[in-house]
């Protein structure tokens, strides 16, 4: 019986983390760096699985206000037309004789009933101009409040961002080897009571030789932290209980190794929860390296963090590689 055989059927129940076990030739990481599922979801529905609150609530900053003025100016150049197509005649106040002339007064009177803001140098003249000023008002009112409620909820959501190391390394660890990689706050805001999972995930062939992908939850040296103000190297070392044992680098990267991670933290800024996802692939193993530490003391005694030294390292030479046996 393999080692990978007695790996598996010494797994615990609660070690499976939710995905597929069918084993993919050219499969793709699970986990982006950014934390999102690396997959496409399929609803059979018009629109798939997007929803317009959510998104706004997730999107970037950048497509955001992208969106919300573009719905802006799209409203009330609709409005404005429908104005101009009904006739200058049914606004009162409107100034100049050009065509332009009139076309703006009515997208400016459009912008001012959206926005509810009401000058009064401009106004409707008769029941359908009335009536239409009436829903565009109404629109207005339900707009701005999906505004405001996203805008207060993208502020109020908590958010971390984790610098991660590009690689992940086997060092060496107390006359064996362990797997290491290192995470970093890049904000300023104070995480407490920092924890970490990490599995495994590779594949393997069963008795009827069909490719599996294999799970495991790792154990790993401390997987928990009080107070998360500089950097962490999270580690897992590599015994008999781990499916790293005794493997080469060439080895893990022909197991197609994967390797997620669950962060959980208590923001204390926002005093919410947060999790955060991230993932690695075999081929960003580095064997025999050393991570190098990114804070410094200053000559005053001030801890300095650079967090764009996070995952810096220096190769190091290993101990012998211990062999896997049956």
Not at 124 to 153: C, R
Not at 264 to 284: G, L, V
Not at 298 to 323: C, H, N, R, Y
């Amino acid at each position: 019986m393999s080692v990978l055989r007695k790996i598996r059927d010494r797994a615990k129940p609660g070690e499976d983390i939710g995905l597929f076990r069918g084993g993919q030739k050219g499969r793709q990481r699970t986990i982006n760096a950014d934390g999102s599922y690396n997959m496409e979801r399929r609803t059979g529905r018009l629109l798939g699985n997007f929803y317009l609150y959510h998104w706004l609530i997730t999107t970037t900053w950048k497509h955001y206000w992208i969106a919300i003025l573009s719905f802006y100016v799209v409203d009330n150049v609709v409005f404005g037309s429908i104005y101009y197509y009904l006739g200058a005649d049914n606004l009162s106040g409107v100034v100049g004789t050009g065509e332009l002339d009139k076309f703006l007064s009515c997208f400016f009177f459009s912008c001012q009933t959206f926005t509810t803001v009401g000058y009064g140098g401009l106004h409707p003249v008769g029941a359908v101009a009335s009536s239409l000023a009436a829903i565009e008002a109404f629109l207005g009112l339900m707009a701005f409040a999906v505004a405001t409620g996203t805008l207060y909820g993208r502020f109020s959501r908590a958010r971390a961002s984790i610098k991660y190391s590009d690689k992940i390394i086997i060092a060496p660890f107390k006359g064996g080897t362990a797997m290491q990689f290192m995470i970093a706050n890049e904000m300023d805001n104070p995480l407490m009571e920092v924890e970490a999972r990490v599995n495994l995930s590779w594949n393997e062939e069963d008795e009827e030789g069909k490719s599996l992908r294999r799970f495991q939850q790792v154990q790993l040296e401390f997987d928990k932290i009080a107070m998360f103000p500089t950097s962490w190297i999270i580690n897992h070392p590599i015994d008999e209980e781990s499916a790293l044992y005794g493997k080469s680098l060439e080895e893990i990267q022909k197991m197609d190794v994967e390797v997620f991670v669950t962060l959980k933290a208590f923001d204390e800024i926002f005093s919410q929860t947060i999790y955060m996802r991230h993932s690695y692939m075999h081929h960003q193993f580095v064997y025999g390296a050393k991570f190098r530490r990114p804070f410094e003391t200053s000559a005053e005694g001030k801890i300095i963090m650079d967090v764009t030294k996070v995952g810096e390292f220096d190769l190091v030479p290993m101990p012998t590689l211990q062999v896997a046996t049956a």
